[in-house]
């Protein structure tokens, strides 16, 4: 017996929903990254799901070329975050905004 | 008509090394511009000898050219493939036929000579080295421009000999006027140099090629007689441009700022005269037009009368020859546009002994004298330098047409044509060229060199070492003997020069002999008319031209020709530069790109302020986005 796909993608939209309310109400530039990560999966689980959904490994494939992505950009996005705590001791993304105008 | 000529199959010996003769002062040129600074006085040595050689070879070369029949007094030698593009073929060729064999003699026997008067010339000078370095370099090109077998080739030379022009005028470019004159010169004769382009490039839409053996022998075939003018008019462009003649002559005389080697090689014996040679080479485009030889005609004879009255009113000595030289030019013009071109040749041959004399005698007055220059300044030279004063007076002598020297034989020939063709327009104009001739010669030799010296440098005046008066010497003899190459048109020179120039049309007119007694009585008044003048004492000349003003002045100024040019082409040309750059450039131009970046930085301005700082309105705004688009997709579904 199947479970239906209502239900990997009902998980699936509560799973990008916290994450974006994550990025939408946190200061913290670790937390709003953590909470990137999240939307990022729920994404993934919606892809996995489908492709079973359809025998079609396509979308397995293009999970794993997520996953891939999004652990270069961690090594990215955590090194700027590394070195933005380094120079400010701290990582409140509302204090970073010299860059603007 | 011109015959058939063969191409001669033996190609051993002197004219088999035919490209040695321009590859040797190539040499010269390449190793005295490299290490000529450090080489010092051999530099000098070196130059001249290159071109001796050089000389040598040619000689050689003619030599085994007269031994060949006829008919077969052509050598072809091919050197390389220069361009090659589908079936459009040019070739680095060589010729050397009668034509070029007299030019390469012409420019290599003068050449030399002079090249051995400028190491005592140019002694002492800075740039000694690089100064024959830029003259073996002219020797090179002014060899290739007649030696070549194309166009193409011939064009290389063309414009090579400009190069070494404006590089040996401007020599002394510390001097804001020279390094001026080398411009104008470069400038002025580009004109022509560029139309005669446009006429290469027509030859090419027409025949397909560049070499003179397809182009001559398909003309008139291939070429209607209006585009036979067109490309005849566009060649004479290139040579009144080269050769100087109305209404592109402005240039010569502000060339006198070169050293004088420099003006009696390049702007006296050799490169002036490649307009003629040119002419002369292509003459069947110009018989086939027909209308063009007139226009080369009427252009020589303009020029040899409005230079000659221009040399008239000159002060400065080298002036006084370089306006001569243009009016002489003139008269080889003459020449060719009736169909003499054996005569044309015979002209530019004796010209360059004779002009180059007067160029070199003119030299060492000016080194025996510190560089004085002003006529009027000088007098009395023939006793402090004696040996200047005999050659430069054979030269004067052969100018002015006094049996039996050079110039003589040359100006009665041509006269004798304009008369045996029943043009008796040309033949008395021609008369009063040459009256106007033997007038400032005599009024040039009688101010320099009689009377009693009227300024201190004059007074203190020596005679030139002997590096120097050995060539004047050498040149002067010239001037005596090269006119009995050609004593009138069955002379020697004409039958070498007949395979390529073909005979002088023309039945009977007066009497050759009444003929030159007419001329040489006219040159002998002449010279007496300016003896009596600036000669004899008798008369205060300087009185005496003051009697006819505003006249002198007029002439002296070259009848205003540069400030009618000044204010007909360079003024205008300066107020619309002066526009481009202050109107349309800073104006319209920058205004255009000032109002694009301005008005992208007012859009800026407004611009930025969305950018708040803040990542999580940024991150909000994305969302709302991505909410936005995803609503628009599922509404239309």
Redesign the interface.
Known sequence: MRTPIAYYLLLSGILFALGTIGVLTRKNALLIFMSVELQLNAVNLTLVAFARLHNDLTGQVLAFFSMVVAAAEVVVGLGIIVAIYRRRRTVDVDDARELRW | MVGELVPATTTSGALGLLWLIPALPLAGAAINLFFGKRLGKPAGVLGSLTVLASFALAALAVRDLLALPAEQRLVLQHLFDWISVGRFHVGADLRLDALSATMILVVTGVGSLIHIYANGYMAGDPRFGRFFAYMNLFVFFMLMLVLGANYLVLYLGWEGVGLCSYLLIGFWFENKENAEAAKKAFITTRIGDTLMLVGLALIVAKFGSLDFEVVFGHAGSVLTKDTATVIALLLFAGAIGKSAQIPLHVWLPDAMAGPTPVSALIHAATMVTAGVYLVVRSHVLFELSGVALTVVLVVGLVTAIFAATCALGQNDIKRVLAYSTISQLGFMFMAVGMRAYTAAMFFLVVHAFYKALMFLGAGSVMHGTHDETDMREMGGLRRTMPITFVTFLVGAAAQAGIPPLAGFFAKDELLEIANHTHRNGVYVLGLVAAFLSALYVGRMVFLTFFREPRSARAERAHESPPVMWIPLAILAAGAVTVGWLNVKAEGRLAAFLESVAGRVPGDAGLAPLTLSAIAVALAVAALVLAWWVYGSGKVDWQAFTEGFEPLPTTLRNGWYVDHAYDVVVIQPAKEVAWLAAHVVDAKWIDGLVNAIGGGVKRLAQGG?LI??????SY??IL?VGAVGILAYVGFRL
């Open positions: 930025r950018q708040t700082g803040f990542v999580r991150a909000l969302f």
